[in-house]
Nanobody
């Protein structure tokens, strides 16, 4: 059974940092695309960052560029999202997701096939 499990969310003051992790099990994601999304109540889920493991191509939303870094550890089958200089507007539930078919970085959540359960990130002002 394929599972993605996030960890690392929490409460942090503005300007602080958090590191989210996504542990994958059930299959290897080495040739896939991993994305990080976030969602706040009443809004659509939006992509924050994504990485194609085959060549390390990355994508970052403009709102997080320069502050967030996506990475992976193939040996451990895990992905991470390092979030620095956090702002109150970064407050959301964060999800990791995997696209196991396209081989391309896609921005819409409908393109992703496996999802984690989500982890809350709250940034206080």
């Amino acid at each position: 059974q394929v599972q993605l499990v996030e960890s690392g969310g929490g409460l942090v003051q503005a300007g602080g940092s958090l590191r989210l992790s996504c542990a994958a099990s059930g299959r290897s994601f080495r040739s896939d695309v991993m994305g990080w999304f976030r969602q706040v109540p009443g809004k659509e889920r939006e992509i924050v960052a994504a990485s194609r493991w085959s060549d390390s191509t990355t994508y970052y939303a403009d709102s997080v560029k320069g502050r967030f870094t996506i990475s992976r550890d193939n040996a451990k089958n895990t992905g991470s999202l390092q979030m620095n200089s956090l702002k109150p507007e970064d407050t959301a539930v964060y999800y990791c997701a995997a696209d196991i078919i396209s081989g391309r970085i896609r921005l819409g959540p409908e393109s992703y096939h496996y999802w984690g359960q989500g982890t809350q990130v709250t940034v206080s002002s």
